[in-house]
């Protein structure tokens, strides 16, 4: 054949590849609707977001123009990279065809493929347990395996399909004899690529219309933050594109590892177990000095406890690393495991858990960072090293203990008061597991300080709301505002930024009084 009659083969040969790709992408994208099943994208982000570190994270974060940014740009990166291979290996495989001979041309397409399943199973291994419907973990894995297997099949066996028709006109003469006829093969192959893009186009609408874009970053912010947090008003993180939406029938919670008993409950059993109801705040490593990403609810749980208790955990136990159904994880201490207060939540607020706070059962580690409260949570296994989660692999920590904080909340001080009228400032303050004991304002930067009210109180495990009525003079004011906690630790006026440990410092702002 001749060089151009072969470039076009491999054209022939690439558009194939890129329709069997779309062809998979379609699949794809049916499965994770469905029944749940990771798409590579997902699995992909996961696995990076692991093996980067906490500066390059932010770089991209950066780079894309928010989270949710990066998020959509890990999505379409990866859907074009595997449109991308798919050319590479419809090319490769007409070029074979052309030179060497259909049969090896054939033994090259199933046997990239297979390298190709192989390689993302390995490469992906710490990321396969994971189903977004929630499936057991025990089983998530290999279902992933076999998902891919299946999806990356479908691929081969379109393009041997594609590639066998064209192939065919090549032997039989008529594919140099007759140009018209080549054509019209690509032409309908150009038309199963457009009918594909246009399916997998509108399955990715429908996913976008699940995806946590809408409400990841949820903050509560503005005057009038109540004691406990409406559901649809608490605060929102997820590391996800589209959350799980966990069919409590398929779910199970299982306690493995060092234990003398595994057990294993389902959602029926597992809220027939003795409950507790308990008021805890949660808040997020990455909120700044005076942000939003903290809320507070009444939620009713297990206690991790008593269900360690009865599995008997063994001597040797330092940790327990906790998995979620979609393929989250975190570690506690084994200390930590064992205090009353850490619960395995069903209910928020006298409501099931919402899908996006967790449904069916989430953990709750009061007096540690957010994270540490996986939702979905599937999984408790009882080990004897120092396991890392997954923002511990990319350097958070080590330290996730929440330090004393306070913000101001209201009112917006950005435009100037009215000398002599009475001003209510409102806000927060959270010492973790140590309860807020008093809250103080200076009107000086912090060089002198006046006792706030408590408007609030809240337990060891919440946040309290605070309120100071200020009646300021002409001038500018820095607003500064600090609390102490029950141990009568008063919080830390030096400043820390949010990586590695979280954010550190008083919360200050400049208010601007006219005479
Ligand atoms: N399974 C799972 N659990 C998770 C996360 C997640 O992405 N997946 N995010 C964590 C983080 S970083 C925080 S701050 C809290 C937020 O909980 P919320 O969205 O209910 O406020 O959930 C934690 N638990
Ligand atoms: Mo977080």
Redesign the pocket.
Known sequence: MTGPAQFRGFLGGALAGVVAALAMTTLQLVLRLTVGLATTPELVGDRMAAAITIATFGDLIRFAGGYNELKQLGVISVLIGQLLVGAGIGGGAALIATRIGARRSTAFVIGATVVLWVATIVLLWPTLATHFNGLPSSVSRPVTMIGLGIVYATFAIVLLVLRRRSGRDVVEGTASASPSRVDRRTLLTAGVGVGLLVASGSLLERLKAKATFSYDGTRVDGPDIGAITPNDRFYV?TKNIVDPGVDAGLWRLDIAGLVERPQTFDFAAFTALPSVDQETTL?????PVGGG?MSNAVWRGVRVADLLQTAGVGATAVEVLCHAVDGYTDTIPIAKALEPTTLLAYQMNGEPLPGRHGYPVRLLVPGM???KSLKWIDRIEVVDRDEKGF?EQQGWGPDFVIPTRSRFSGPDLRQPLAAGRPVHLVGQAFAGNRGVASVDVSQDGGATWTPATIDYAGTELTWALWSFDWTPTQGEYRLAVRATDRTDAVQSAAGRAIVPEGARGLHQVTAKVAG
């Open positions: 993180v808040m997020c490593i990455s909120n990403l960072y957010g994270e923002y």
